[in-house]
Structures are given as C-alpha cells and as structure tokens.
C-alpha cells in the first residue's frame, strides 16, 4: 500500500486541463522563535545564548506530531480565485477596449486608447494585458521638456494617458445661491444613445394620454456652505400620480457644498387637455429661494409629432423591414424586445429575427417561446434549456431531441476534490459502508445520482469514480473501475497518469509507477510536479533510498523525513538475551531492576512494565553498549548474576527510554478462557506443577481495578481464576494473572473473561 493519501484530482472535464485553484484553504503551521534574552547576572554570554537558541530552533523544526489539517473542499476554477457561480458573462463588461478589439483586423499591433476601461476586476486586467500588443519590457523611450512643451519619442509600442488643464470659463453675473431644473421624461422611453453615451430624452412638447411620464427635479448647491431647504412638489393640473407619488408634496433637504440632489414623483393624464404645472418651489427659513419654470403641457390622444426613429414606434408601428433594421442598427441590450412578441406569430418573421439576434448572442425567453408554435426544434431547445425550473424538475442528466441537461455545463455540479482527508476505518463496519465527512458525503452522491441516469458512464466518469473511491480506501473497486478507463479518450490524460503511477503502488509494482511518473517529473506546473515527484521519492524509498521532502509545505512528508532522521530502537528480552533492533545510534545504556514479581504486580497488574517508577532509583546493574555502524540488529546478553532473576531491563539512547519485564520461568500456561481456568506446566518436562500460587486482579467495566481472588494450582497444575461465589464475575472487563512458582519463576498474563 502507498505511504501517501490519494494524489488530487483537479479535472477540467471536457475543456482541457487547467491549473488548479483552491475554494477554500488553511496556512501551514509555522513554528515561531522564542526570545532568549542573555542573562548577565546568570553570567550567560550571548554566544552561548545563540548556541542553546539554535538548538532549541532546531528542536522545535524537528517536531515529532503535527496534527493533519482539517479537510479543505477544493474545486478547480477557470478564473483566478473566482467560484463557479461567478462565473458568468458578467465577468468580463462590455466597454470601448473590448469593442477596439473586436474591430482589430488582426494584422497590425493592437493598440487601444481605452486600455483603462478594461479595470472592472483581476480576470479582465489580465486578459486585457494578455492581448494589448505591448512588450513585457519596456524599451528606452526618449524625452525632451523645453518651457510647458514635451516632446516624447517612443522606443517601441506605447500607450501614453495625459491630462490637460484649460482655463475655465468665467462664471455667470449675479449666480444664484441655489440651482434647480425640472424636466420631464417618458418613463418607457427615458434615454437615448449617442455612439456609447447614455443622455437623458427629456419630452418637451406634447404628451400623451394615459403613458406614464415622471418629472426629475435636480437641486444644486453651488456654495461651500451647506444648505438646509425645503421642496414644494407637484404634478401638473389634470393628472393622476402613480408609483407612490403624490399630488402636492413638500419635503426638506440637506445640501452638502457642492452637492446635488435629485428627485422624481411619476404621474399620467387620464384626459387631452392643456394644463398648467406649480413648478417646483424651494424655500429656506420662510423665505422664497428659488423656483423651476413654469410649464404648459399639450395633451393629445394620438400623437402628432412621432419619433420615428425610438424603438417605441418601430416595433409597434414599422413593416418587419424597419423592425429587422433597427435591430440590426442599435444595440439590442438596450431594447425591450418582447415588444415585438405579437409579430412572433407570423413564422417567417420569427425565424429571422431568431437568427438575426443569434447572430448577435442574444435570448430573450418570450420571443424563442414560439418556437413550440412554430415546430422549430432548434430554437426550442434553447427555450428549453433556460427554462431552469423545467430542468430542475427533469432532472441532473437528461439527453433528449429537445433537452440536453449536463450538470456539469450548466454548473450544478462539478468534480470537487478533498485533501486531507484520513478515514479511521479500512473496512466497512455493519451492514452498510458510511462516508463520514457529510461534504464529501453529498458530493459522492450527487455524482452517483447523475450516473444512475446515463446509459454507461464515460471515460472521465470513471476516472472521477476511482479518485471517489480512493478516498473511501475502497482500493480494489477504484482499481477495477480505473482499469475500464482508456487514456486516449479522457480529457486529461496527464491526471490518467498520475492515477496509474499512484495504483501502481497498490499494485505493489514500484518499478512501472517510478517509470510512469519520471515521464513528468519536470512538469511545468508546480502541482502536477510535486504530485509525479512523490511518487518517485517513494519508490526510492522502497528501494532503500533516503527520505526525500518534494514539497516543503506538505505536512505528511516533513513528519514522514523527520521521522526517518529521528533515531529509533525496540528491544525483546526472552531466553536470557536481549535482542535490540535500531536506527540511527552508535550507542545505548542498559539499565537491570530487580522485581519483587508479587509487589508490583499488587501495585499495578495490568502494567508488566512501568520504567517511571524505577527512574529515580539506582539500577543493579548498567552496560554501555557500542553498536555496530550501519547495522541494524545486535543481541545482547544478560549477565550472569540476573539470568535467573525476574528483572525489569531498561534501555536509554537518543533521548529515548524503553523498557520490559523479563521474567527468569520454565513455566508452560495453558490458558482455557473460555471455561476460566489455566494449567501449569514444566517448561521441559511436560509435568504439571502444583501448588504453584496465581493471584487474580480485574479490570472492571466502569475502569476500576480491584482485587478478585487468589489460590494455588491443585496436583493436576489446574486453578480456576474466574469462579466466585458472587455476581462479580458480570461486571469484569479483563483479568490480569500471576503466576508464581518458588522454584521454577513468575509470570504475568492478561486474559478475557469467559463468556456466558
């Protein structure tokens, strides 16, 4: 089995592979540096200082456990740092720098004067520097001042911004303190465009009978002090409010110096007429400021001066010629196309304005809704396909003539990634396997309940299936469905790669994965390399080779090369030699204990071996030991004088302290468990041993350990250790046993209770 949790997988489904951006994730832990002053009175100088300061840092950079990190949910974006909800065509806004570029012809340098435009966020400076034709380093421009004139002479492309400043025009005589204008717009028809500038379209002569029309009222404070006043509002005599305007409305305002305030009330006339308008009154302190124009309003039935040219006209009034024209002429954004749904109707006109807007990446839900009028397929999949509450309730996938849903395209659903994520269980536990982690948990699901609805799965869905179940551990699954994926038809055949390299340890086949992943060990991508990496650094490893950290921040190999640089040993103790594994020491100290066997295991039956209680006491005897360089094993042997005793042996190296009870017996314990007794037995001769003394503690449930009871083996060698007049025996957890012959030694076993 692979050291390493499975490798990421960043897919890019279907669009090519892109680098991989984190949704959410956590800082390494960093280690800081504790302050060590020099202390003058102890008389320590400031070199010594700096050396216990190192070896302190070097302490805290060789920490033996750092806790794994919380599982992040990644998701890979093909924007920077911008989730899948966002996005969208919004991203990039419509502006003169983009308009320059699509007019570039392509054969000469683009160069745009807008370039400033292009500002609205990082992803559009960035696409917006990705095409402006100027070099990543500028050449030497040359420039000469003389007086208040500048001559630049370019080196190379350049865009150059200036500013001028101009005299101002002298202000007006006798300026009045307070500003106000008061003009009046169809609320249906409020703008009008001029090459990219919106200007106001205010109405002026003659108004119609039930159109809804507002009035703005604009009041300037043209003063650096601030002025507090009073508005008396009105709408012309014979008209109605609407849109929670009222007839007469009198309101204060604040004026800031050099501010401007607007405000609207909205109203209809019901009736042709001509009416007279209380223009808008402003007033401070009681006394009369300032005041709009007057203004006599000309209501007619039907208009007699027509603004041919507003789309207002056009689509109500104009052949479907004029109607095509227009909307080949101005910008559709800015229009209210459902205006022309009635001529929908007619099957010629709905094709071509159909493929006219198309052309021009424009939908509009109502228009294309007549394609189920018209049997036009295509433009009833479209209608279908942004009818979001039709396809919520079809489903995740559907592959229809009229339908096509995949989730992923339509950003319900993308491949997620969770690292580090370690699962306490290798197998499942009862009847049914559980994912523990509730996002990756909803995750799996959703992915499985979009596969259920497909015929057969693809390429890429398998590969996403075998990353899901690596990180269940569900390793013979995820190499059955890893082997249905062929490489030539996946969208990612460099993520194939990573896959079949890191299974190709679960394998057991080192050889072929290091193969695999050298092909790109020098990937350009510092995630694609660290992961290919890894893998070779582990099948090093394997071979006998040193630890290598291929990624300094990854918190699994730090631990994983610290601990193979951290000395190490383990030792056993049986027929009177000690046989002591090691790592990375040159030498040990053996440290012998005497044991009275029946007073420790009194104090503490279910510890053998508790060097704590022995650290303060003088061993009876202590070896130095040299240890061979570059071994890894070397046996020991007891001396003389403890072969025979019950001894307690302790070994000290590298800071470490280990220990374990030997017990000098020629004993033979024959557990029977499930029935509570044992048989005592010579080592050699097979005889039983009577009177040999057992004494019995018992762990209970509730963690209490306590005396239970205690005898000696009758001439058969047999004791039952479990029997008792009481109910004692329904609450015993495990029993610890002594077993203890004056001639033949002592040992100690712990045993389950039998079961009833």
């Given at each position: 089995?692979?050291?390493?949790?499975?490798?990421?997988?960043?897919?890019?489904?279907?669009?090519?592979?892109?680098?991989?951006?984190?949704?959410?994730?956590?800082?390494?832990?960093?280690?800081?540096?504790?302050?060590?002053?020099?202390?003058d009175?102890?008389?320590?100088?400031d070199?010594?200082a700096?050396?216990?300061?190192?070896?302190?840092?070097?302490?805290?950079?060789?920490?033996?456990?750092?806790?794994?990190?919380?599982?992040?949910?990644?998701?890979?974006?093909?924007?920077?740092?911008?989730?899948l909800?966002?996005?969208?065509?919004?991203?990039?806004?419509?502006n003169r720098?983009w308009?320059?570029?699509?007019?570039?012809?392509?054969?000469?340098r683009?160069?745009?004067?807008?370039?400033a435009?292009a500002?609205?966020n990082?992803?559009?400076?960035?696409?917006?520097?990705?095409?402006i034709?100027?070099?990543?380093?500028?050449?030497?421009?040359?420039?000469?001042?003389?007086?208040?004139?500048?001559e630049?002479t370019?080196?190379g492309?350049?865009?150059v911004?200036?500013?001028?400043?101009r005299?101002?025009?002298?202000?007006?005589?006798?300026?009045?303190p307070?500003?106000?204008?008061?003009?009046?717009?169809?609320?249906?028809?409020?703008?009008?465009?001029?090459?990219?500038?919106?200007?106001?379209?205010f109405?002026?002569?003659?108004?119609l009978?039930h159109?809804?029309?507002?009035?703005?009222?604009?009041v300037?404070?043209?003063?650096?002090?601030?002025?507090?006043?009073?508005?008396?509002?009105?709408?012309?005599?014979?008209?109605?409010?609407?849109?929670?305007?009222?007839e007469?409305?009198?309101?204060?305002?604040?004026?800031?110096?050099f501010?401007?305030?607007?405000?609207e009330?909205?109203?209809?006339?019901?009736?042709?007429?001509?009416?007279?308008?209380y223009?808008?009154?402003i007033?401070?302190?009681?006394?009369?400021?300032?005041?709009?124009e007057?203004?006599?309003?000309?209501?007619?039935?039907?208009?007699?001066?027509?603004?041919?040219?507003?789309?207002?006209?056009?689509?109500?009034?104009?052949?479907?010629?004029?109607?095509?024209?227009?909307?080949?002429?101005?910008?559709?954004?800015?229009?209210?196309?459902?205006?022309?749904?009635?001529?929908?109707?007619?099957?010629?006109?709905?094709?071509?304005?159909?493929?006219?807007?198309?052309?021009?990446?424009?939908?509009?839900?109502?228009?294309?809704?007549?394609?189920?009028?018209?049997?036009?397929?295509?433009?009833?999949?479209?209608?279908?396909?942004?009818?979001d509450?039709?396809?919520?309730a079809?489903?995740?996938?559907?592959?229809?003539?009229l339908?096509?849903?995949?989730?992923?395209?339509?950003?319900?659903?993308?491949?997620?990634d969770?690292r580090?994520?370690?699962?306490?269980?290798?197998?499942?536990?009862?009847?049914?396997?559980?994912?523990?982690?509730?996002?990756?948990?909803?995750?799996?699901?959703?992915?499985?309940?979009?596969?259920?609805?497909?015929?057969?799965?693809?390429?890429?869905?398998?590969?996403?299936?075998?990353?899901?179940?690596?990180?269940?551990?569900?390793?013979?699954?995820?190499?059955?469905?890893?082997a249905?994926?062929?490489?030539?038809?996946?969208?990612?055949?460099?993520?194939f790669?990573?896959?079949?390299?890191?299974?190709?340890?679960?394998?057991?086949?080192?050889?072929?994965?290091?193969?695999?992943?050298?092909?790109?060990?020098e990937?350009?991508v510092?995630?694609?390399?660290?992961?290919?990496?890894?893998?070779?650094?582990?099948?090093?490893?394997?071979?006998?080779?040193?630890?290598?950290?291929?990624?300094?921040?990854d918190?699994?190999?730090?631990?994983?090369?610290?601990?193979?640089?951290t000395?190490?040993?383990?030792?056993?103790?049986?027929k009177?030699?000690?046989?002591?594994?090691?790592?990375?020491?040159?030498?040990?100290?053996?440290?012998?204990y005497?044991?009275?066997?029946?007073?420790?295991?009194?104090?503490?039956?279910?510890?053998?071996?508790?060097?704590?209680?022995?650290?303060?006491?003088?061993?009876?005897?202590?070896?130095?030991?040299e240890?061979a360089?570059?071994?890894?094993?070397?046996?020991?042997?007891?001396?003389?004088?403890?072969?025979?005793?019950?001894?307690?042996?302790?070994?000290?190296?590298?800071?470490?302290?280990?220990s374990?009870?030997?017990?000098?017996?020629?004993?033979?314990?024959?557990?029977?468990?499930?029935?509570?007794?044992?048989?005592?037995?010579?080592?050699?001769?097979r005889?039983?041993?009577?009177?040999?003394?057992?004494?019995?503690?018992?762990?209970?449930?509730?963690?209490?350990?306590?005396y239970?009871?205690?005898?000696?083996?009758?001439?058969?060698?047999?004791?039952?250790?479990?029997?008792?007049?009481?109910?004692?025996?329904?609450?015993?957890e495990?029993?610890?046993?002594?077993?203890?012959?004056?001639?033949?030694?002592?040992?100690?076993?712990?045993?389950?209770?039998?079961?009833?």
């Amino acid at each position: 089995m692979p050291a390493a949790a499975p490798p990421g997988m960043p897919l890019a489904r279907r669009a090519g592979g892109r680098g991989a951006e984190s949704r959410s994730g956590s800082q390494a832990n960093r280690f800081g540096r504790p302050r060590l002053d020099s202390a003058d009175g102890d008389g320590m100088l400031d070199a010594e200082a700096e050396v216990v300061q190192l070896g302190l840092d070097r302490k805290l950079a060789e920490q033996l456990f750092r806790q794994v990190d919380k599982t992040q949910e990644w998701a890979e974006n093909q924007w920077y740092h911008v989730p899948l909800e966002q996005q969208t065509v919004e991203r990039i806004a419509v502006n003169r720098f983009w308009l320059d570029y699509v007019r570039h012809d392509g054969e000469a340098r683009f160069l745009s004067p807008h370039l400033a435009e292009a500002a609205g966020n990082l992803s559009e400076i960035l696409l917006a520097l990705a095409v402006i034709d100027l070099p990543f380093e500028a050449a030497e421009h040359q420039t000469e001042i003389e007086g208040d004139h500048i001559e630049l002479t370019a080196g190379g492309p350049m865009i150059v911004f200036h500013e001028q400043i101009r005299p101002a025009l002298p202000p007006a005589e006798n300026e009045p303190p307070i500003l106000v204008s008061q003009n009046f717009f169809r609320v249906d028809d409020r703008y009008r465009f001029q090459g990219n500038e919106q200007l106001d379209k205010f109405v002026t002569e003659e108004f119609l009978v039930h159109v809804v029309y507002g009035s703005q009222i604009a009041v300037t404070n043209p003063t650096s002090s601030r002025r507090k006043l009073d508005l008396l509002v009105q709408i012309p005599q014979g008209a109605m409010p609407v849109a929670g305007s009222k007839e007469t409305r009198s309101m204060p305002i604040t004026l800031e110096p050099f501010a401007t305030q607007t405000v609207e009330v909205h109203f209809y006339f019901p009736l042709a007429g001509d009416f007279e308008l209380y223009p808008v009154q402003i007033s401070a302190e009681e006394r009369h400021v300032a005041a709009a124009e007057p203004l006599r309003f000309h209501v007619v039935r039907e208009a007699t001066v027509i603004d041919r040219t507003s789309w207002d006209w056009v689509s109500q009034h104009g052949d479907d010629q004029a109607v095509l024209a227009y909307l080949d002429e101005h910008n559709p954004l800015r229009l209210d196309l459902t205006r022309i749904a009635f001529r929908m109707r007619d099957a010629d006109f709905f094709k071509r304005a159909i493929e006219q807007l198309s052309r021009r990446h424009l939908f509009d839900p109502t228009l294309w809704s007549y394609g189920v009028k018209h049997d036009h397929v295509p433009a009833i999949r479209e209608y279908l396909s942004f009818r979001d509450d039709f396809v919520a309730a079809v489903g995740p996938w559907f592959d229809g003539e009229l339908l096509t849903i995949d989730s992923e395209r339509r950003r319900s659903y993308e491949h997620l990634d969770y690292r580090p994520l370690v699962n306490a269980r290798s197998h499942r536990l009862g009847p049914e396997r559980r994912i523990l982690n509730d996002r990756f948990h909803q995750q799996y699901h959703r992915l499985m309940e979009i596969l259920a609805l497909r015929p057969q799965p693809d390429d890429d869905d398998r590969l996403a299936v075998t990353y899901y179940l690596l990180l269940q551990d569900r390793f013979e699954q995820a190499l059955a469905t890893f082997a249905q994926v062929d490489r030539t038809r996946v969208a990612t055949p460099l993520q194939f790669d990573l896959f079949d390299a890191w299974l190709d340890l679960i394998r057991e086949n080192p050889e072929r994965a290091k193969q695999i992943a050298s092909t790109h060990a020098e990937h350009p991508v510092d995630r694609w390399r660290q992961a290919f990496r890894a893998i070779v650094a582990q099948c090093d490893e394997i071979t006998g080779e040193q630890v290598a950290v291929v990624d300094p921040e990854d918190r699994t190999q730090q631990q994983t090369a610290a601990a193979d640089r951290t000395a190490s040993f383990d030792f056993t103790v049986a027929k009177r030699q000690i046989d002591l594994s090691y790592r990375h020491l040159t030498k040990v100290t053996v440290n012998f204990y005497r044991m009275d066997v029946e007073l420790l295991f009194s104090r503490s039956p279910f510890v053998q071996a508790e060097s704590g209680r022995f650290s303060h006491i003088r061993p009876n005897e202590s070896l130095e030991v040299e240890l061979a360089e570059g071994e890894t094993r070397q046996t020991i042997d007891l001396p003389e004088s403890l072969r025979t005793a019950n001894v307690l042996v302790e070994i000290v190296g590298a800071g470490e302290t280990r220990s374990q009870a030997y017990y000098a017996h020629s004993l033979d314990v024959q557990v029977q468990d499930e029935f509570g007794q044992l048989q005592v037995r010579h080592e050699s001769d097979r005889r039983p041993l009577s009177r040999t003394y057992v004494k019995v503690y018992a762990r209970m449930q509730s963690g209490e350990v306590r005396y239970y009871k205690d005898g000696y083996t009758d001439l058969r060698g047999r004791f039952d250790y479990a029997s008792l007049s009481t109910n004692e025996l329904d609450g015993v957890e495990r029993f610890s046993v002594l077993v203890l012959h004056e001639e033949h030694g002592a040992l100690v076993r712990e045993i389950t209770p039998p079961k009833r």
